[in-house]
């Protein structure tokens, strides 16, 4: 379904609206994830995908399917696999029809697959083998896919993966950098354990009555028209006029911050942040404050740069650094 800027000018103040009510709401189902829950809604709003870290039973799978449910997805429209190294390429994209295969071509039924979903997650994606990675590469960098040969888009618009560990290994090295943002999923039985005893109970309450409170408080449609807003209002001021986006909702001494959050944690940490990465985060911030507050990126906003590291190992010092870095700017 295509929409027109006109159409949903009237409504982005209620799409706004019901997508943070969903983010707070979604929030009160889980000990512990609020920042990974805004992160997936603002991951979802700009359509960049988001890798969730942790180990087993730290609610990676259950935050993304009670998202899926709370926007009201299902049937081909969400798709769900967990990868091995022995995973085919059919599980995942379908297996080739046999019958065009008999008249020389080599196509596959798609339906109910990766190719034909709107939200997808992939467990265990670094588990993937070398014949599923060319393939996950393009879909998620290109969002397309090839059909006998020829290339076809993918209806895929949100992708969350999950990972135990994020391995170092260079053949993933392309794999990883398609995530601009990585953000662990944390245990919480030392901290909150009360809380998480409590909020378990409660879980299992619905599931015997057979009840999602969490369920459809939004759409996915609500994404893909302020998604669509927000491309128009970030294509306003290009071709040399006096007003562009940076001008206009990237005030000067935040969008000089921004510039040395990111150098300071290239030269200071070694974090890896290629110029394709600069601009999705630039990209990412604008989603995340036209979401929150409406527009114009605030200090607060730069709190996405948190989540820029690569290794596990350096989750915790990059977040401490912006953290510290922010907090003597604020």
């Keep these: 379904m295509s929409y027109s800027i006109p159409e949903i000018e009237p409504q982005v103040d209620e799409l706004r609206r019901r997508l943070n009510d969903l983010r707070l709401s979604l929030s009160r189902y889980f000990v512990g994830k609020e920042d990974v829950i805004d992160l997936m809604v603002v991951c979802a709003l700009a359509q960049e995908p988001l890798l969730l870290v942790g180990p087993p039973g730290t609610a990676?799978?259950?935050?993304?399917?009670?998202?899926?449910?709370?926007?009201?997805?299902?049937?081909?429209?969400?798709?769900?696999?967990?990868?091995?190294?022995?995973?085919?390429?059919?599980?995942?994209?379908?297996?080739?029809?046999?019958?065009l295969l008999r008249d020389g071509r080599y196509t596959r039924r798609v339906a109910g697959k990766l190719p034909t979903c709107k939200l997808a997650f992939l467990d265990e994606i670094f588990k993937s083998n070398s014949a599923i990675l060319n393939t996950l590469l393009t879909i998620i960098n290109e969002r397309k896919f090839y059909q006998d040969g020829q290339p076809e888009p993918v209806a895929l618009r949100v992708l969350f993966a999950a990972t135990n560990e994020i391995p170092e290994l260079a053949e993933l090295g392309a794999l990883r950098d398609r995530?601009?943002?990585?953000v662990e999923s944390l245990p919480v039985l030392d901290s909150r354990f009360d809380e998480l005893i409590d909020l378990g109970l409660s879980h299992e309450s619905y599931k015997a009555r057979n009840q999602r409170p969490w369920a459809n408080l939004a759409q996915l449609d609500d994404l893909l028209k302020l998604k669509l807003y927000l491309d128009h209002l970030m294509?306003?001021?290009?071709g040399g006029s006096a007003e562009g986006d940076r001008a206009r909702y990237f005030p000067e001494p935040v969008y000089l911050l921004f510039k040395r959050i990111i150098r300071t944690l290239q030269r200071e940490d070694g974090v890896e942040i290629s110029d394709r990465k600069a601009i999705k985060l630039y990209k990412l911030i604008r989603a995340r404050a036209f979401l929150f507050h409406g527009g114009t990126v605030t200090k607060g906003d730069l709190c996405l740069l948190r989540y820029v590291a690569d290794r596990a190992q350096d989750f915790a010092p990059v977040r401490a650094k912006v953290d510290s870095i922010l907090k003597l700017d604020l």
Excluded: C
């Design 60 to 99: 990676k799978s259950d935050l993304v399917l009670k998202f899926v449910q709370a926007i009201g997805l299902g049937g081909e429209d969400y798709f769900e696999y967990m990868l091995t190294k022995f995973t085919e390429p059919s599980e995942i994209l379908g297996p080739v029809d046999i019958n």
């Design 179 to 182: 995530f601009t943002v990585k």
């Design 235 to 238: 294509s306003q001021g290009r």
